[in-house]
């Protein structure tokens, strides 16, 4: 009798799992049954129309190239979905993406349990009119760009399970109407009770709400322990400006654009702990608002003491605070040993000055690019005298326009650098001596202001009205461009004559509107037309060949006629 009960136990389940589209397969091994889904599931979606609404019938999937169940994407004017999800589906990417309807019926009732993929979900749609507050997002990894570019979007999902999510990147990049509450709390469903809004193991936030704006939420108590990146997270937020004090970020690696053009946000960070951030270029950039306390300093929290600010293992910082029109805070204690990218760092930072402290104690010795490090920075004036140079490449527009700066650099170790164009052009103020000249420092022995490298100098003193320094001993042999070098630099008056510009291509409006006499002119040498002589010569030449042949074909022909 027991034997006939599991028989037919087996013929039930059997033709359950048949019609399922599931398949067995018997292990040889133990003797037993196990269950094996089919490697091709596949169903078409079903539409009809009714009363001018697209309704979908049945709901389309297939197997996707991970081996899992992926629903397929609705037709942009659906308006209508069955209230039942099949419940093998488990990837939900792309499902609602770039439809515009603004109203769906049907997704409310969806059991999603077994979901596990939700990216693109609502990306790019026009849906503002869904329910998706009762969604069980338990078993879900990837949010990533679920709301992106839905712009109406701003329903309740205030107590979603987040706690299986990983990547959170680009969730609601661009959903312009989204201001819900999204914090972390506890939730008492009947008899389950869970956090809502866990975000322990999520380990990517990139993009999560640049250009958002209206987003203003508080999320301030989110376990950030796991991410590693946060590049661009509150990128181009127009009124975002919640405390972030609290976040752990001992993960993050990289914050590169986090609060670019972040218009409104100018809350304490002040104890973040940075200490395995690699990238920070274009972190504050255009963050108009941004004047915080972000130097170096001990903290203790939770009973553990760390260093807040501790910049030791950055590389790059590019375009930091570019256009951080009001930062103007201490950040002398940062340890830049690492830092190989400073270009654009301080760049129209118009009110930056260190708070009126030296910057001398960074350690700059593997920086390879300061162009336009401190362009425009008007208010600039702070002392750099002992940074070593002595890697940089490019120094191309460095202090371009840098109205105020006039430090002394005079012992700069440049001779690695190719481009000094721009440098000082419009450094109204600057008119410090950076002749070529031998310096001894901690023991060691280096030529200052050694140019030997430099092919590019093109409106290197342009509009630098005060300067008048002799560096008649620089030596420019590799230079090739000269273009307006001095060209307004109304006080200069050095003698440049012996310098060798063998290599200057370009020499036009060198000295136009300048001090500088003819004698004290280098000896350009104009190439155009040597060029041109050369050409003539050429073809001087080739003509006298063709005249020789052309007689001694003559001679030759005429001989043989005579015989």
């Given at each position: 009798m027991k034997k006939l009960l599991a028989f037919i136990s087996l013929l039930t389940i059997s033709s359950t799992a048949i019609s399922s589209g599931l398949v067995f397969q018997t292990n040889k091994t133990e003797n037993i049954l196990v269950l094996k889904q089919n490697q091709k599931q596949s169903q078409k979606a079903e539409y009809k129309t009714e009363k001018g609404k697209l309704i979908c019938t049945k709901i389309g999937y297939f197997t996707n190239d991970k081996g899992e169940i992926q629903i397929e994407r609705f037709l942009p004017k659906i308006a209508q979905v069955p209230e039942t999800l099949p419940s093998f589906i488990t990837n939900l990417s792309d499902a609602f993406r770039s439809v515009t309807s603004k109203e769906i019926k049907g997704v409310e009732k969806w059991n999603t349990s077994n979901v596990t993929n939700m990216n693109h979900t609502f990306y790019n749609s026009s849906i503002s009119d869904f329910d998706i507050s009762n969604w069980n997002t338990s078993s879900v990894t990837d949010m990533s760009y679920m709301f992106a570019k839905t712009k109406h979007f701003n329903s309740d999902i205030s107590n979603w399970n987040t706690s299986s999510v990983i990547d959170m990147s680009g969730m609601f990049a661009e959903a312009e109407d989204f201001n819900q509450e999204i914090k972390q709390k506890e939730v008492q469903k009947a008899e389950l009770k869970y956090t809502a809004w866990d975000t322990s193991k999520v380990t990517n936030m990139s993009h999560m709400f640049e250009g958002t704006k209206v987003f203003d939420g508080?999320?301030?108590?989110?376990?950030?322990?796991?991410?590693t990146n946060m590049s661009y997270m509150f990128s181009n937020t127009k009124v975002f400006n919640k405390a972030l004090k609290?976040?752990?970020?001992?993960?993050?690696?990289?914050?590169?654009?986090?609060?670019?053009s972040a218009l409104a946000f100018n809350n304490d960070i002040s104890n973040w702990n940075t200490s395995n951030v690699t990238n920070m270029s274009y972190m504050f950039k255009n963050a108009v608002a941004f004047n915080?306390?972000?130097?170096?300093?001990?903290?203790?929290?939770?009973?553990?003491?760390?260093?807040?600010?501790n910049t030791s293992n950055v590389t790059n910082m590019s375009h930091m605070f570019e256009g951080a029109k009001v930062f103007n805070r201490d950040i002398s204690k940062w340890n830049t040993e690492n830092v190989t990218d400073m270009s654009y760092m301080f760049s129209s930072a118009s009110k930056f000055n260190n708070e009126g402290k030296s910057l001398n104690s960074w350690n700059t010795s593997k920086v390879t690019n300061m162009s336009?490090?401190?362009?425009?920075?008007?208010?600039?004036?702070?002392?750099?005298?002992?940074?070593?140079?002595?890697?940089v490449e490019n120094m191309n527009g460095m202090f371009q326009s840098a109205i105020n700066f006039n430090q002394n650099i005079i012992n700069w170790n440049t001779s690695k650098v190719i481009d000094m164009q721009n440098m000082f052009n419009n450094a109204a103020n600057f008119n410090q001596n950076i002749s070529t000249k031998e310096v001894t420092k901690d023991?060691?022995?280096?030529?200052?202001?050694?140019?030997?490298?430099?092919?590019?100098?093109?409106?290197?003193?342009?509009?630098?009205v005060k300067f008048n320094q002799n560096i008649g001993n620089w030596n420019t042999e590799n230079v090739a461009d000269m273009y307006a070098m001095f060209e307004g630099a109304i006080a200069f008056s050095q003698d440049l004559s012996k310098w060798n510009?063998?290599?200057?291509?370009n020499f036009d409006n060198f000295n136009n509107v300048s001090n500088l006499k003819s004698d004290q002119l280098p000896k350009f040498v104009n190439h155009s037309n040597q060029s041109k002589i050369k050409w003539q010569t050429i073809v001087f030449i080739i003509?006298?060949?063709?005249?020789?042949?052309?007689?001694?074909?003559?001679?030759?022909?005429?001989?043989k006629n005579k015989k």
């Open positions: 508080d999320i301030s108590n989110w376990n950030t322990s796991k991410v609290k976040w752990n970020i001992i993960s993050v690696t990289n914050l590169s654009n986090i609060f670019e915080q306390n972000i130097n170096q300093k001990e903290v203790e929290k939770d009973g553990q003491k760390y260093t807040a600010w336009l490090m401190f362009e425009a920075s008007i208010n600039f004036i702070q002392e750099i005298s002992d940074w070593d140079v002595s890697n023991g060691k022995k280096y030529t200052a202001w050694d140019v030997s490298n430099v092919t590019n100098m093109t409106s290197m003193f342009k509009q630098a510009v063998s290599k200057v291509t003509s006298a060949v063709l005249v020789s042949i052309a007689v001694v074909y003559l001679f030759i022909a005429s001989r």
